[in-house]
Nanobody, 118 residues
């Protein structure tokens, strides 16, 4: 059973940076696609960034150029480096994983709060 544990959220001023981490447990990390999603109050959850098993990346237009997703296959961890944070980035950030075959369920972490003050 895959489990995900996020950390690294917090309160930061506009223009600041944070780095989120998500540790993966319970299966072969390198065989999973990893994603970061976020959900702001009153809004739907949205995809922020994706990294494939081969470390190809993709970003939402709203964060491209400011956020960087990366993975450490030895440490079973995916990261989200967030720079030039803005108040509109305030949300709960969730880590998600699914097998590269698309067989089996999606797995979600519990989320970590990011708050950006103006």
């Amino acid at each position: 059973q895959v489990q995900l544990a996020e950390s690294g959220g917090g309160l930061v001023q506009a223009g600041g940076s944070l780095k989120l981490s998500c540790v993966f447990y319970g299966s072969t990390f390198s065989m999973y696609v990893m994603e970061w999603h976020r959900q702001a109050p009153g809004k739907q959850r949205e995809l922020v960034a994706t990294i494939t098993s081969g470390s190809s990346t993709n970003y939402a237009d709203s964060v491209r150029g400011r956020f960087t997703i990366s993975r450490d296959n030895l440490g079973n961890t995916v990261y989200l480096q967030m720079n030039d944070l803005q108040p509109e980035d305030t949300a709960v950030y969730y880590c998600k994983s699914y097998h590269v075959s698309r067989y089996g369920p999606d797995y979600w972490g519990q989320g970590t709060q990011v708050t950006v003050s103006s």
